[in-house]
């Protein structure tokens, strides 16, 4: 979305993607108070100063604030605010660039929704759970693993797992699953002893699985334990994908480019340059398709700038580009109709979002729910999971062998009415509530 505004802080530029965004057409925007009309009350002091700023000369870059639609729906906005000038150099007013991180935002907040379930989910697990990295030394120490060998979480972190907390006569086969495991290979129903600091031995089956980063490179071990009923495995990546998805909201912006009716490059902007490793010399008067497009994507991107040239405007087409460096990046492309001042067509503006980053978060998540599923369908423990009605939602292998009902018996019935015995279900009904 582009708006602009003179120095009394009305409408003066409402592009198409505002009106189709916020709802309001540009008749209906022109000529209106940006911040009085458009701004929730909580963000116009803010967005009055930024704009402010910029009619003073001193600009401003991803200033984020939220907009509200015609019809109520919540936009959040990352704005460049940039200052407009006459012809003689005076300030005119301020034209203003955002992108739409809405989606953005709610897949952040999901995943620290996920992060957070998760991490508590790891702390106060009936099983005892603990990390090591590469080098065998402790990074992770659950509540239960401190409760089962007295071992508090302080005095655990930082320690050598084997040598400090693994009976001498295990020492050699535990240290030997956990290599096997820091090169990816994982090991299911491991048994060894743990003696606790109270000198009391308990047995532990361990399920020893890889611990990734982002890139796929093996950064340690997560262990999870079992004794006797104990919840079987629980694992999960959180603060990593929380950090990674800040950190693209912190650089996000958009690359843009521009082409005449021949299609060659008229426009291009500082993001296209810094993404691609083209300047903008390098880049202007080339042939967008040709120089800059992937063989395989040449046809489809053509059709879109061609479709384009002729009124018909593309959104949200997704194709790949290789930077100067020949690295890979994914972009979600808005081609728009350039028109003359008597309303011939003279080009296609572009404007792309960068979603590499989001296509290998995407990727990284799914292969970490992919680990779960599969963690908690197979894991030697019965796990179940019921909803805010105590109806089933999860009915693992083990619960299935245990209770003989499989999981299609038993998914959506009442857990207490149906699978519980009558004099236990008011104390295991208190427990779900």
Known sequence: P?????????????????SSLLGFSKEEAMGQHLVQRFITEEYKKT????LKEALNGVETANFEF???????????ILLNATTRRGPNGEVIGVIGVGQDITQIRQITSEQERVADDLSRLIETANAPIFGVDDQGMVTEWNLKAAEISGFSKSEAMGKNLVQNFIQPENRKSVHEVLQDALTGRETANFEFVLM???GERFTVLLNATTRR???GNITGVVGVGQDITALNQVLAESKRVADDLTRLIDTANAPIFGINTDGKVTEWNAKASSLLGYSKEEAMGKHLVQRFITEEFKHSVEEVLKGALIGRETANFEFPMFSKHGQRLDLLLNATTRRGPNGEVIGVIGVGQDITQIREITSEQERVADDLSRLIETANAPIFGVDDQGMVTEWNLKAAEISGFSKKEAMG?????????????????????
Do not use: Y
């Open 66 to 76: 939220p907009m509200f639609s015609k019809h109520g729906q919540k936009a959040d």
């Open 413 to 433: 019935k009442n857990l207490v009415q149906n699978f519980i015995q009558p004099e236990n279900r008011k104390s295991v009904d208190e427990v779900l509530q």
């Open 213 to 215: 980063d982002g890139k």
């Open 47 to 50: 967005v009055d100063g930024v």
């Open 2 to 18: 582009i708006f602009g505004i003179n120095t009394a802080g009305k409408v003066t530029e409402w592009n198409a993607k505002a």
């Open 196 to 198: 606790s600091k109270r």
